[in-house]
């Protein structure tokens, strides 16, 4: 397993706020690299959606851990001369300002590009510069309902937003992935016979992010004629695969993923071992179309069943089952692992990094307004 510092060396600036960016950002200091997070006087303005965390803000404590933060006000000469002197003096740029502003502050990709071609760049906006959409603002949630994720998501009765800010999310997924395939095939390009290294002009789009996350749904509409209703916690496609409830009131959702699983389910985890003959059940689209029978029939099963039982059977069964359970029992729960950050005087505990288990354990501190901007500006003289 490759350590935190697998990209020890690499000099990272962004001009970054909110979730996206920051969250490429992060992983990019987890993995070793320096980020210089240049900020306004004001600081970037998730500093302050809430205080929830030793004071600081629960999104700011997440994304910015380990990076340096450098306080401009780009309305100034010469703190606009200090950043273009950053940007020259590090191998990535990352940005999710407004389309166009980058270019009001100085910054000419093209043109730092064709000097360094060596140089990557990654700017997120919330539509591609290759559509009509480019200049428009964009955030989290209105990229949920305008691509149509809003509408399968939710209860039958209305749409529902996903409960974490998922578009986001995977936008700084794919901006991180970007970025390390562009390393690639730098580091690719400098050890074969081309004369120069190669770099990369990298743009995201928060819409063309969340659209790749509902391709099923795109495909079964353009494809399939129809897409999914929403149905809550019940699987559109997949019966039974939803909530249940056991005789002393546990909520839990319970998922047939094959026909072999259907057949074990009904000997061993319900008993009743005709239902896997009953012609309404004879196979997963049969099911679907009669779902009101089948979840009403292994309804009446589990509510004769505790729980505890319940989960003897399902397991005996190989069965995929798991509770519904409050966001506050997470930080119990027995496969929760979590790493350190130093906020101010506080160690707070973040969730772990997936794939970090084998990863050197070290803390990172959440930087101050501003806190490292000497130490850069007097790197530059």
């Known amino acids: 397993?490759?350590?935190?510092?697998?990209?020890?060396?690499?000099?990272?600036?962004?001009?970054?706020q909110a979730v996206a960016a920051p969250l490429c950002t992060q992983r990019l200091v987890q993995a070793g690299a320096e980020v210089i997070k240049i900020e306004r006087p004001q600081g970037d303005f998730a500093r302050y959606y809430d205080a929830a965390v030793a004071g600081e803000s629960s999104y700011f404590v997440w994304l910015n851990a380990g990076k340096k933060s450098v306080a401009?006000?780009?309305?100034?000469?010469?703190?606009?001369?200090?950043?273009?002197?950053?940007?020259q003096s590090s191998d990535v740029l990352v940005q999710n300002l407004k389309p166009g502003s980058l270019a009001g502050l100085g910054v000419d990709?093209?043109?730092?590009?064709?000097?360094?071609?060596?140089?990557?760049?990654?700017?997120?906006?919330?539509?591609?510069?290759?559509?009509?959409?480019?200049?428009?603002?964009?955030?989290?949630?209105l990229m949920q309902a305008e691509s149509g994720l809003a509408q399968i998501t939710g209860s039958a009765h209305e749409p529902?937003?996903?409960?974490?800010?998922?578009?986001?999310?995977?936008?700084?997924?794919?901006?991180?992935?970007?970025?390390?395939?562009?390393?690639?095939?730098?580091?690719?390009?400098?050890?074969?016979?081309?004369?120069?290294?190669?770099?990369?002009?990298?743009?995201?789009?928060?819409?063309?992010?969340?659209?790749?996350?509902?391709?099923?749904?795109y495909l079964l509409d353009r494809y399939g004629g129809a897409a999914p209703m929403r149905v809550g916690l019940a699987h559109p496609s997949i019966c039974p695969y939803g909530v249940f409830a056991s005789a002393d009131g546990v909520s839990f959702i319970m998922?047939?993923?094959?026909?072999?699983?259907?057949?074990?389910?009904?000997?061993?985890?319900?008993?009743?071992?005709?239902?896997?003959?009953?012609?309404?059940?004879?196979?997963?689209?049969?099911?679907?179309?009669?779902?009101?029978?089948?979840?009403?029939?292994?309804?009446?099963?589990?509510?004769?069943?505790?729980?505890?039982?319940?989960?003897?059977?399902?397991?005996r069964a190989d069965v995929a089952f798991a509770p519904v359970s409050e966001i506050s029992a997470l930080k119990e729960h027995p496969d929760f692992h979590?790493?350190?950050?130093r906020v101010g005087d506080i160690d707070i505990e973040l969730p772990r990094l997936p794939g970090s288990s084998n990863r050197p354990?070290?803390?990172?501190?959440?930087?101050?307004?501003?806190?490292?901007?000497?130490?850069?500006?007097?790197?530059?003289?």
């Open 72 to 87: 401009l006000d780009l309305r100034e000469a010469t703190d606009k001369s200090a950043l273009l002197q950053i940007i």
């Open 109 to 141: 990709l093209d043109l730092l590009h064709a000097q360094r071609p060596e140089f990557i760049s990654l700017s997120i906006s919330g539509f591609s510069p290759d559509g009509p959409g480019h200049k428009r603002k964009a955030y989290d949630l």
């Open 160 to 217: 529902g937003r996903v409960g974490v800010s998922i578009v986001d999310i995977a936008t700084g997924q794919f901006a991180y992935e970007a970025i390390l395939e562009a390393l690639l095939a730098r580091n690719v390009a400098s050890t074969s016979s081309q004369p120069s290294s190669t770099g990369s002009k990298i743009d995201i789009s928060m819409f063309d992010a969340v659209a790749h996350l509902l391709a099923v749904p």
């Open 338 to 341: 979590t790493e350190t950050v």
């Open 361 to 381: 354990p070290r803390m990172t501190k959440l930087p101050t307004l501003g806190e490292h901007t000497q130490e850069v500006l007097n790197s530059l003289k």
């Open 1 to 16: 397993m490759p350590s935190f510092a697998s990209l020890q060396g690499l000099k990272v600036v962004s001009l970054e």
């Open 255 to 315: 998922s047939i993923q094959n026909e072999r699983e259907w057949q074990r389910f009904c000997q061993v985890g319900i008993e009743n071992p005709g239902l896997a003959l009953d012609e309404r059940c004879g196979d997963n689209p049969t099911r679907v179309a009669n779902r009101v029978y089948v979840d009403a029939t292994v309804q009446y099963a589990f509510a004769q069943l505790s729980y505890q039982t319940i989960s003897q059977r399902l397991d």
